[in-house]
């Protein structure tokens, strides 16, 4: 069966990366507070020059827009793996879940579709939730499985 090969592949190859810690990265509160601390501390016989100044702000600036970009993306990306996971309502689907025993096949007609924390959720016919990352397979159900449902 495709799934028990797929499943057997990946459990043989399944190579866990570590979260990336966000906590270290410049945000703008960081960059503005720098900014002032740097403002604070200059050398009264060495000022920083205007230009210099107005390059940091400027950068400030950049960094604002990038984080709002940043944002409005994600705001986006979040609807299209949601619009890409109604279009599987009604389909069969085969998912490749991770469990304490390794990673296991799940299958079953998709009945609603939700999105908790940015990420899109599949509730199956079984009642199982299941992300649609986790979908290696969609098909038309059966006759017997739509009479059934």
């Known amino acids: ?44 016989l060495d000022p920083m020059t205007n230009e210099e100044f107005v390059s940091q702000l400027a950068m400030f600036g950049t960094l604002e827009q990038e984080m709002n970009l940043n944002s409005s993306f994600e705001q986006f990306l979040s609807f299209q793996q949601l619009t890409q996971a109604s279009t599987l309502l009604g389909k069969e689907v085969i998912c490749l879940v991770q469990t ?11 009945e609603q579709v939700m ?11 079984d009642g199982s939730e299941v992300l649609l990352d ?3 397979s969609v098909e038309n159900p059966s006759t017997e499985d739509r009479r059934g449902s």
Do not use: C, Y
């Open 1 to 44: 069966m495709l799934a028990q090969d797929i499943t057997n592949l990946l459990n043989s190859q399944v190579v866990h990366t570590p979260a990336r810690d966000t906590s270290t990265d410049l945000d703008k509160e960081s960059f503005l507070l720098l900014l002032v601390k740097q403002l604070a501390n200059q050398d009264p």
């Open 100 to 110: 304490s025993e390794g990673i296991i096949p799940v299958n079953g007609i998709v």
């Open 115 to 125: 999105q908790v924390n940015g990420e899109a959720i599949l509730k199956l016919s």
């Open 134 to 136: 986790s979908v290696v």
